[in-house]
């Protein structure tokens, strides 16, 4: 809940590292931005990458008849708009953008720009 509230970057990447997630340099996660509480340790974020306020990284996934792991990896500098769900297993590419209110549910090439309730190219 710190690292959520906290107006600070670098203390939220330092919670976040302390939580076990891989977290590149000059990471900015805006207000809000919610992890996985189970599995952080999955998480990796690239360099100079942006994640948009109110967004969640899953790396976990409960079903109806199964439960699902996945590690997510958002690569260098890629911009994640505001209110964005990224489930398991998801890999985002370096310089990917991925416009605000998208659930990214597959993987997004480097450089790609898409968005959308599933994602598509933009």
Same mark, same amino acid.
């Given at each position: #809940? +710190? +690292? ?5 970057? +670098? ?9 076990? #997630?891989? /977290? $590149? ?6 207000? %809000? =931005? ?9 998480? %990796? ?13 899953? +790396?976990? !996934?409960?079903?109806?008849? !199964?439960?699902?792991? $996945?590690? =997510? ?7 994640? $708009?505001?209110?964005?769900?990224? *489930?398991?297993? =998801?890999?985002?590419?370096?310089? @990917?953008?991925?416009? @605000?209110?998208? *659930?990214?549910?597959?993987? /997004?090439?480097?450089?790609?720009? =898409?968005? $959308? ?6």
């Amino acid at each position: #809940m +710190a +690292a959520r509230h906290s107006p600070s970057l +670098a203390l939220k990447r330092l919670l976040y590292r302390a939580m076990g #997630m891989t /977290v $590149g340099r000059y990471v900015s996660f805006a207000w %809000q =931005v919610t992890p996985d509480l189970f599995f952080p340790e999955l998480i %990796q974020v690239g360099d100079n990458s942006i994640i948009g306020y109110n967004t969640t990284i899953l +790396a976990h !996934e409960y079903l109806l008849d !199964e439960w699902r792991t $996945g590690p =997510v990896w958002i690569g260098a500098n890629v911009t994640i $708009g505001a209110n964005c769900t990224i *489930l398991p297993g =998801v890999v985002i590419g370096d310089n @990917a953008m991925i416009s @605000a209110m998208s *659930l990214v549910n597959k993987d /997004v090439s480097p450089g790609a720009r =898409v968005g $959308g309730v599933p994602i598509r190219p933009l």
